[in-house]
RNA sequence: GGACCCGUAGCUCAGUUUGGUUAGAGCGCUUCCUUGACAUGGAAGAGGUCAGAGGUUCGAGUCCUCUCGGGUCCACCA
């Protein structure tokens, strides 16, 4: 092996790791490889017409860290990677492109239409796994899905027959969410609600035998009035009782309808009387059922008004509003006109206002699904982190309603009923099996048409976790690797997709399909605001790899993010810094190493004849991987990070790696150095897998899959342990200085660096004036042992011994030190006079618990025997 | 209209569950330093009425109420 480059190339390293793994295939997962079994993660799947952005690495550097610790810990990790066909969302893209080319879907035919498709997922529909392949993140790619492979397909067909069988699946014709633009029906989730400045007409209706008088009527959209089959007041509105059953002339078009009575209506708001829509929207259309009314559909599908509409017809509905009111206001009907804020469904895919449209549609009966959703949330088979979305899941899983799946696009998984031609529908598995089951009705061959709509897009990832494992055929994976182990998901599509896959998972495989679910923060710019194209605040996740690399994006994001993570493209030199701080240290310790130093376990080290800062440093490497594994397993990286980062950085680079400048001939030391390097790199493994992979191999001689390699042991015998005080040590250890200055000729005002072993009963009193007690003599590091036989195990086998060591060229300045230690005296004195005057309270003594009381007291006393001891130490400063 | 989250140093956040040391860290900033691992570096330092008001308590960043400011999710009053 060369010698470490003297720079570091992100670059060029990552792109030779990322070929090796290619090649070596370190992530693939055998069922029953491992005797620690079996740890699944399934991607969120990115839609195939996405390009990598900072959400998705975000996703992806936390499930990577997870299973690349996992790996190392020994599990068989997989992680199961692939992509979404999102129907509207891919057909948008693709209509977009036939536009340019002055076609349309229609013009192509179906057929047609679906080979560009499939043309376009061939040659774009990869982009964003080779961008997240360059991330480094480590899934099996062997097993890469997509929703519309064949026997995913096989799978949601599947579903579907099943759920129908088990009558959870209807057909209906109901008021759904209607998107003009994409001539489709969408999910009540798919249309999101967005205020919007509006108006309230209010609008005179005329009696039939009395034109001179009107009921009032106020809405928001008065082009559906064109389609009102009734007035409805509240019956118990005395203003319109004896109105009740009277017959109204609908203006504009002379259609007579009746007053009619519901509960529903609200008195209180606009005029206390409701124009009746009932193909036009939700609260009409029931009524409409109630009262048996006629359903009026004024619209074309496309939003243009329909023959229905008498003059209005081939206007666009908004074209459309603005004529009805003008004819209104014209006809002296037009009573006023109120500013009305509310909210306006949007289509979530092109923002056209969604409209509330009758139509025939097949949906899903939820609360069946819901209820053993809820159940298993309750018995605690499904945890939610962080603990407050919980309520949201909850909550919508309480006042589910059912589920329209059916979408009038072609990109998609083709619902499987087939209709004869008296309008009969057969679900069923294969257009044979329809076949078959008409025949059996009709009692002769018939013809059979499949209905043309799709399904929507998530009714396909409801089944992720288990349809990629093979579902419905059982196979030795799906039984070894279900259920999954964690998600890690935006909170964003909690409804859409995490709450309908544990309902999924439920009701196919039996089982909640992941134990843990993490929701993350949303990836914002410096002040805050969404990541967007359209703000143009976006931060390309591409440039910063090609900039700082994979790792220092990495790095960065895991580091800075809290609840929802601000990020400027300054954020991502912590990283790169890091990483090159990384291979510096690493370039230092190698030089001159001995062949003999490159280790692999601490018991290769001779405790006995190791320097102090050596033994110092293997407990504070002890103590940093305790701290990182439980942040792991607690999903707390940014905490993980944030710990890696002190330790490497500030202890041991600034630290030890100084303190053994000089002394790197001693084979322990080289030992130590080398080793606890070579696992703090296993460790930062996770967070940063091509920087330390590439170090890794050139500290340990050959080539090394790190993924693949055991992670550290917790050894505790390493780890130190506090204590209670002992206030001597601190004057034994400034006495000790001066004769030691004596001893090694070191000038007065000369710093020296040192480092102790000491008792644990001195631990706490030194801990307290460390700040001080560093400047004045710069302890660098103090070992403490807890135990008679820990004593016996460190290196120098006695209590309150104190070696010194280096001594340090900057000079202080005596007055300005002296000064400072006054300062500080000053303040324990302070401090220990308000425990003092805490004490002498007698709501205090006679009400705060005994245990506090004498916690109180004992630190009294130290800051007081402190501040003594301080003092002397004074007089050590001459 | 309902529910939730956040407000602590210039910035990003710990600390609040269970009230009890002198409220912490990183970045940034200031000053000084560097000829051999690293200026993508090293050393030292300054910087906070814990958003505001009131309450409970011997004691509040921490618990309660309200106010202000920022954000998120849900929602069929036309």
């Known amino acids: 092996m060369p010698d470490i480059a003297p720079r570091y190339t992100p670059t060029e390293i990552e792109e030779k790791r990322l070929k090796l793994w290619d090649e070596k295939k370190p992530f693939h997962a055998h069922a029953g490889a491992h005797t620690k079994g079996p740890y699944t993660i399934v991607i969120p799947p990115p839609n195939v017409t996405g390009v990598l952005h900072m959400g998705h690495a975000l996703n992806n550097t936390l499930q990577d860290i997870l299973i690349r610790y996992k790996r190392m810990q020994g599990f068989d990790a997989l992680w199961m990677p692939g992509t979404d066909h999102a129907g509207i969302a891919t057909q948008n893209v693709v209509e977009k492109q036939l536009v340019k080319e002055g076609l349309s879907r229609e013009i192509l035919g179906r057929e047609k239409f679906m080979e560009r498709l499939w043309d376009w997922k061939k040659h774009h529909g990869d982009t964003i796994i080779n961008q997240l392949h360059k ?86 959209r008065p082009e559906t009035m064109l389609g009102d089959t009734a007035v ?63 359903f009026i559909n004024v619209m074309h599908p496309n939003g243009i008004m329909n023959h229905n509409a008498g003059s209005f017809n081939s206007l666009d509905r908004f074209e459309a509003r603005q004529q009805i009111v003008k004819a209104l206001e014209e006809q ?177 495989m039996g089982e909640v399909p992941f134990k843990d679910v993490i929701l993350h923060g949303t990836v914002r710019d410096a002040k805050g605001r969404k990541m967007s194209k359209s703000l143009g605040n976006a931060i390309d996740p591409l440039e910063i790899i090609k900039e700082y690399g994979a790792d220092a994006l990495r790095f960065s994001m895991i580091l800075n993010s809290g609840q929802d993570i601000y990020i400027s493209k300054e954020k991502f030199e912590i990283g790169r810094n890091f990483t090159n701080k990384l291979w510096n240290a690493s370039r230092f310790v190698m030089m001159n190493l001995k062949s003999e130093a490159k280790i692999d376990d601490f018991s290769q080290i001779d405790l006995k004849n190791l320097d102090t800062a050596s033994l110092w440093i293997i407990s504070r490497y002890q103590t940093a991987l305790t701290d990182v594994t439980k942040a792991l397993e607690e999903f707390r990286y940014s905490d993980a990070e944030n710990t890696l980062y002190e330790f490497f950085w500030a202890t041991y680079c600034d630290w030890y790696l100084e303190m053994i400048k000089g002394r790197q001939d001693d084979i322990n030391t080289q030992k130590t150095a080398y080793l606890v390097l070579k696992n703090t790199l296993k460790i930062l493994h996770p967070f940063i897998p091509f920087v330390t992979e590439e170090l ?100 120098t086998g006695v209590i309150g011994e104190i070696k010194f060591f280096i001594p340090l060229g900057t000079l202080i300045d005596v007055a300005k030190e002296k000064a400072r230690i006054s300062a500080e005296i000053a303040q324990m004195e302070k401090s220990a006079s308000a425990i003092e005057g805490r004490l002498a309270n007698e709501g205090f003594v006679q009400k705060a618990p005994t245990d506090v009381i004498e916690k109180e007291r004992m630190r009294m006393q130290e800051l007081k025997t402190s501040a003594t001891a301080l003092k002397k130490a004074l007089e050590c400063l001459v």
């Open 232 to 294: 409805a007041v509240n019956p118990k509105d005395e203003r319109y009782t004896h109105l009740i059953g009277k017959t109204i002339v609908l203006p504009l078009i002379n259609r007579e309808i009746t007053i009619i009575a519901d509960d529903f209506v609200d008195r209180e708001f606009g005029s206390g009387a409701v124009k009746v829509t009932p193909a036009h929207d939700p609260n009409d259309f029931a009524m409409g059922r109630r009262h048996n009314l006629e």
């Open 696 to 795: 890794f191999s050139y500290l340990d001689g050959k080539e090394t899959l790190l993924t693949l390699e055991p992670w550290p042991l917790i050894e505790t015998r390493y780890i130190n342990t506090a204590a209670q005080s002992d206030i001597g040590t601190i004057v034994e250890l400034l006495t000790a200085v001066r004769n030691v200055r004596a001893q090694w000729n070191i000038k007065p005002n000369e710093p020296v660096e040192c480092v102790i072993i000491t008792s644990e009963s001195a631990r706490a009193c030194i801990k307290a004036n460390e700040a001080m007690i560093q400047r004045l003599v710069k302890i660098a590091a103090i070992k403490y042992e807890s135990s008679a036989e820990g004593i016996k195990n460190s290196a």
């Open 332 to 508: 002296g009907l037009l009573l006023k006109i109120e500013p009305h804020s509310h909210a306006v469904r949007r289509c979530y895919r092109c923002d056209t206002i969604v409209e509330p449209y009758l139509s025939k549609q097949w949906f899903v009966k939820m609360k069946p699904l819901a209820d053993k959703a809820l159940k298993a949330f309750h018995d605690g088979d499904l945890r939610i982190q962080p603990k407050r979305w919980e309520k949201v899941y909850e909550n919508w899983l309480v006042d589910i309603r059912d589920w329209c799946i059916s979408r009038q696009i072609w990109w998609g998984h083709r619902i499987p009923v087939w209709y004869d031609e008296h309008g009969n529908h057969f679900v069923a598995r294969s257009e044979v099996d329809a076949k078959a089951q008409a025949k059996a009705r009709h009692g002769k061959d018939v013809m059979l048409k499949q209905d043309p709509d799709v399904l929507d897009t998530w009714f396909s990832s409801w089944l992720w976790p288990f349809a990629t494992l093979g579902w419905p055929n059982t196979s030795a994976d799906l039984k070894y690797f279900y259920p999954t182990a964690t998600l890690f998901t935006a909170p964003e599509i909690i409804f859409f997709w995490v709450a309908r896959m544990v309902m999924a998972g439920i009701e196919f």
């Open 135 to 220: 991330l480094g993140s480590s899934c099996d790619w062997d097993r890469t899905r997509f929703t519309m492979d064949d026997d995913y397909s096989h799978a949601v067909v599947e579903v579907f027959v099943t759920l129908y069988e088990r009558g959870l699946i209807y057909q209906g014709s109901y008021i759904i969410n209607w998107c003009p633009r994409c001539q489709t029906a969408l999910a009540d989730e798919e249309a999101e609600h967005k205020d919007a400045q509006g108006n309230l007409w209010h609008i005179k209706y005329p009696l039939k035998n009395d034109p001179s008088n009107f009921v009032v009527v106020a809405t928001t």
